[in-house]
């Protein structure tokens, strides 16, 4: 069972135009949700979080949305910038629960210069 | 660089083998996790340990599998016999709270 699920392998944009990463959920436990980059031959690395008293959380650039009666949360990159070319694994945690993350599939995002 | 360190980076063994990894964590982190990552999928969690209690593990660690982290230190996965299917990326993280930080993992190939 997929409990966070990101149905979009792949994704491509063009330099400076945004990038939106789509991420869902099943378990309505979930409190917490993190988005991770990763690039080749590297260990993911935590990009922004998001509590879910929250509905938005920025950081730079980057920008996520949450909503809760959807069980939906999604990463805007904006400006998209040929560097972030990377996986994106969209990640939740129950946090009065169990102690793991828990990981969608990843899409793949390609930023055309 | 005080980021976790995983050795070794390559480990191609044959199968029946018995092969062992290493994880050192941030050092202020109290929390350690193993992940697995096979192609095309997501981080999948093995096990965790709080400082040197291993807490919780995930019904993917078979016999085969055993991890330690002695003194809450560095930890240890270990799988014993060797089968393709364990052929993976093998990730280790460690935390004090969130966000938990990766290492850049050991690729296991089991021929």
């Known amino acids: 069972d997929q409990q966070v699920k990101q149905n979009s392998p792949s994704l491509s944009v063009q330099e400076g135009r945004i990038s939106i990463l789509n991420c869902d959920y099943t378990?309505?436990?979930?409190?917490?949700f993190l988005w991770y980059k990763k690039y080749p031959a590297e260990g993911p690395t935590f990009l922004i979080s998001?509590?879910?008293?929250?509905d938005k959380n920025e950081d730079g650039r980057f920008t996520v949305f949450l909503n809760k009666s959807a069980k939906h949360l999604s990463l805007h990159i904006v400006p998209s910038q040929p560097g972030d070319s990377a996986v994106y694994f969209c990640?939740?945690?129950?946090?009065?629960?169990?102690?793991?993350?828990?990981f969608g599939k990843g899409t793949k995002l390609t930023v055309n210069p | 660089d005080t980021g976790v360190s995983q050795n070794p980076r390559h480990k191609i063994t044959k199968r029946g083998q018995n092969v062992t990894f290493r994880c050192d964590p941030i050092?202020?982190?109290?929390?350690l996790y193993w992940y697995r990552q096979t192609l095309g999928q997501g981080p999948e969690f093995l096990t965790y340990?709080?400082?040197?209690?291993?807490?919780?593990k995930s019904r993917l660690l078979s016999d085969r599998f055993s991890a330690e982290r002695p003194k809450g230190s560095f930890s240890t996965l270990e799988i014993q016999r060797t089968e393709q299917g364990d052929s993976a990326m093998y990730l280790c993280?460690?935390?004090?709270?969130?966000?938990?930080?990766f290492g850049n993992g050991t690729r296991l190939t089991v021929t």
């Open positions: 993280a460690s935390s004090f709270g969130s966000p938990l930080h």
């Open positions: 378990n309505s436990m979930f409190d917490y």
């Open positions: 998001i509590s879910s008293i929250k």
């Open positions: 990640a939740a945690i129950d946090q009065g629960g169990s102690e793991k993350l828990v």
């Open positions: 050092s202020e982190h109290n929390r």
């Open positions: 340990f709080q400082n040197e209690a291993q807490l919780e």
